[in-house]
């Protein structure tokens, strides 16, 4: 496959494997993403999905085969691992804000402490991106006082603040009510249009044919297909993949 520049792909994985115990929840895993792409992971719970998510910035140590970011392999530990965390932003289904920290200091406390930005710039970005993100009114709130919807955004804000190479994307929708998953769908499509290499894990088709560059569809562990949105939803090519699809189009 020749490619246009020699950048190396974003993500790169290969022949990745994870047990938990005897259960093997990744099998051989081959994948990439290259750069600027917005690739969507789907599939059945317990397929493996967050587990890649998780592995991808050593949330999850692998037991085999080997991730690259940014052409580099993952660091096992120590300061390497804690810049590579830097460099890879990750949003959560639980929204992990410090709750005892308004919404402005939670976006500038890590580009002050690891990327030592000063705080003035820190409030400065920090302001910039809470817009972006459509919560600039809320910057003196504590995370208690904003609804899922906006705490997730403000976690989103919070990734962006250490100007990440990559995005993670974690089920970002699954904990919020539905009347809140679209404003966070929507600052996620924004960023999409913006180029931020991402990395989606998430039940939202919508999502998923609007956004994606490329479909991976998971199940026990595999990756079973990778394809564009386009063919994925109207000619998937696995039992597996159709099962999937016919179970969550019909509902």
């Known amino acids: 496959m020749s490619t246009a ?18 259960l093997h929840v990744l099998k051989e895993i081959d ?3 290259p750069r600027g792409q917005v ?9 493996g999905k967050s587990t890649l998510c ?12 080997e991730i690259q970011v940014d052409g580099k392999p993952l660091p096992a530990e120590g ?41 003035g710039d820190a409030r400065k970005t920090a302001m910039e991106l809470l817009e972006r993100v459509g919560i600039a009114d809320q910057a003196q709130k504590y995370p208690a006082q904003l609804s899922g919807g906006q705490q997730q955004r403000a976690a989103i804000a919070r990734a962006l603040a250490m100007r990440p190479k990559v995005m993670l994307f974690d089920e970002p929708t699954s904990a919020l009510d539905p009347e809140m998953v679209q404003e966070v769908l929507d600052t996620m499509t924004s960023l999409a249009d913006e180029g931020m290499t991402m990395l989606v894990v998430t039940h939202e088709m919508g999502f998923a044919r609007r956004a994606a560059h490329r ?18 939803f109207t000619a998937p090519k696995s ?8 179970k969550i189009l019909t509902h």
């Not at 690739?39 to 397929?47: E, K, M, Q, R």
């Not at 039992?239 to 016919?246: C, P």
């Open 54 to 65: 998780r592995a991808i910035n050593r949330l999850e140590p692998i037991n085999s085969g």
């Open 239 to 246: 039992e597996r993949a159709k099962d999937f699809l016919g």
């Open 79 to 119: 300061k390497a691992l804690a810049a590579l965390r830097a460099d890879v932003g990750m949003v959560f289904q639980q929204f992990n804000l410090f709750a005892h920290k308004t919404i402005l200091d939670n976006v500038t406390l890590a580009p002050q402490k690891v990327r030592k930005v000063s705080s």
């Open 215 to 232: 479909v991976v569809f998971m199940s026990d562990g595999e990756i079973v297909e990778d394809s564009t949105p386009s063919d994925f």
């Open 5 to 22: 520049t020699s950048a190396p792909p974003m993500i790169k994985a290969s022949g990745v494997n994870k047990y938990f115990g005897d």
């Open 31 to 33: 994948f990439e993403v």
């Open 39 to 47: 690739v969507v992971v789907l599939g059945p719970s317990g397929s």
